[in-house]
């Protein structure tokens, strides 16, 4: 079996205490976001469409479509992140890493299928924090039902890569299934 690197998300995960400061909204952009998770199995390939049910989302190239084939269990979620909507396959390979499929979707046909779903969702804002290292990382202060939750994330090139840690990122989460954005999403519900 072959992998695409440009196919293969790497990150580790940390809680935050969000308290005090938050010094990661300082020089950040911010974004808006909801991400909608599918049921396992909503999906189907057909003649090199991903469809849910007759919807027609998007036709992954020949690349995606192997790796699609290739893999049994996915992630699917719908992300609306400023008004743009995502549809993203992620199944987990190891502790911090995943294979990941992501696309943009028409906004008419992604309005329509999270209208109609009533998806276990999220929503937060996102906080894209320049690192003192170069690397970048996205903090997420969770709305709703999970109002104080704050998570970072680092995405790294590597698995082993070092990485300097902010002193305000606390525990590190990498890889505990019950703190993935979908869980969240499941013990609220809807």
């Known amino acids: 079996m072959w992998i695409l690197t440009e196919y293969i998300e790497i990150e580790r995960r940390f809680l935050v205490d969000g308290r005090e400061q938050k010094p990661w909204r300082i020089g950040s952009t911010a974004s808006d976001i909801k991400q909608y998770y599918l049921p396992q199995g909503a999906l189907s390939l057909q003649e090199g469409t991903l469809l849910m049910d007759s919807m027609e989302l998007v036709e992954p190239n020949k690349e995606e479509i192997e790796i699609w084939r290739t893999i049994q269990q996915w992630t699917v979620r719908i992300r609306v992140r400023d008004g743009v909507f995502f549809l993203t396959c992620k199944s987990k390979m190891s502790h911090a890493s995943a294979h990941e499929l992501e696309w943009i979707i028409d ?82 519900g809807s």
């Open 107 to 188: 906004a008419k046909t992604g309005a329509s299928l999270v209208r109609v779903g009533g998806f276990p969702h999220v929503k937060k804002t996102r906080y894209v924090w320049p690192g003192p290292d170069g690397k970048v990382w996205e903090v997420d202060e969770f709305e709703g039902p999970l109002a104080g939750l704050i998570l970072a994330e680092v995405e790294l090139q590597q698995t082993h890569e070092k990485v300097e840690i902010p002193g305000w990122v606390g525990q590190e989460i990498t890889g505990l299934p019950s703190w993935s954005n979908k869980s969240l999403a499941d013990t609220i």
